[in-house]
């Protein structure tokens, strides 16, 4: 299975900035970076991704290093509705799309 | 906007039951999804479903759960004869399917089965 690495946990203050990184060393170069995250108590929910360059949208942003083995998705004004767990996935090859979650990052926002 | 929706919320059994999860994807959606989510653990891949037929399915699907799209709009995972390891929360998903390594997967709010 396709391999990333996260952070435990982050923390951040509500309406600052926030870097959530991800490693993904063993990505080709054909892979797509995908950005799910998980409110409390919901389903997985879509955020962003990207191939190679930086993304926007209204969510958030990504940033892929050059090399693409690692990406940091930004949200840029921290909400407390942001506060769920972030996951960064890469389909790894397989052709029907399958995501494989890993144990994400936990972000928590303070008032 | 366009959502996945599942039935039931909560469902409770008791343990060797049959029961059934109710998912009905996104209507122009071709490809589907189960998932399940144990407490406190992380999402884990079921089964896909494409063109009435399974697609791909990991380990934990074996032969207890089954996978119907028995008309045009639901999708269902059965589970013939449930074991309290079953408890879990169970995500549909779908996506549209034009483009595979893009398409973004939509997830239902998901179904906390509960084996007593």
């Known amino acids: 299975d396709a391999k990333t690495t996260q952070p435990n946990s982050m923390e951040s203050n509500e309406e600052e900035p926030v870097h959530l990184p991800c490693n993904h060393s063993t990505i080709s170069g054909t892979d797509y970076i995908h950005w799910y995250r998980q409110l409390p108590s919901q389903g997985p929910e879509y955020v962003i991704h990207?191939?190679?360059s930086n993304v926007n949208n209204r969510m958030a942003s990504l940033a892929i290093a050059e090399d693409r083995k690692s990406s940091t998705l930004i949200l840029h004004r921290a909400t407390l509705r942001d506060a769920a767990v972030y996951y960064c996935?890469?389909?790894?090859?397989?052709?029907?799309?399958?995501?494989?979650f890993g144990q994400g990052t936990i972000l928590t926002v303070h008032p | 906007e366009p959502e996945v929706t599942q039935t039931p919320s909560h469902q409770v059994t008791q343990m060797g039951q049959e029961v059934i999860l109710r998912c009905v994807p996104i209507?122009?959606?071709?490809?589907f999804y189960w998932y399940r989510q144990i407490l406190g653990q992380k999402v884990e891949f079921l089964v896909s479903f494409y063109n009435n037929e399974i697609s791909e399915k990991s380990e934990i699907f074996d032969d207890q759960f089954s996978v119907e799209r028995p008309d045009g709009s639901n999708f269902t995972l059965k589970i013939r004869s449930t074991k309290l390891e079953d408890s879990a929360m169970y995500f549909c998903?779908?996506?549209?399917?034009?483009?595979?390594?893009?398409?973004?997967?939509?997830f239902g709010p998901g179904t906390r089965l509960t084996v007593l």
């Open positions: 998903a779908s996506k549209e399917g034009r483009v595979s390594l893009t398409d973004t997967q939509y």
């Open positions: 209507s122009n959606h071709l490809y």
């Open positions: 990207g191939l190679t």
């Open positions: 996935i890469f389909p790894g090859g397989t052709s029907y799309g399958k995501l494989t």
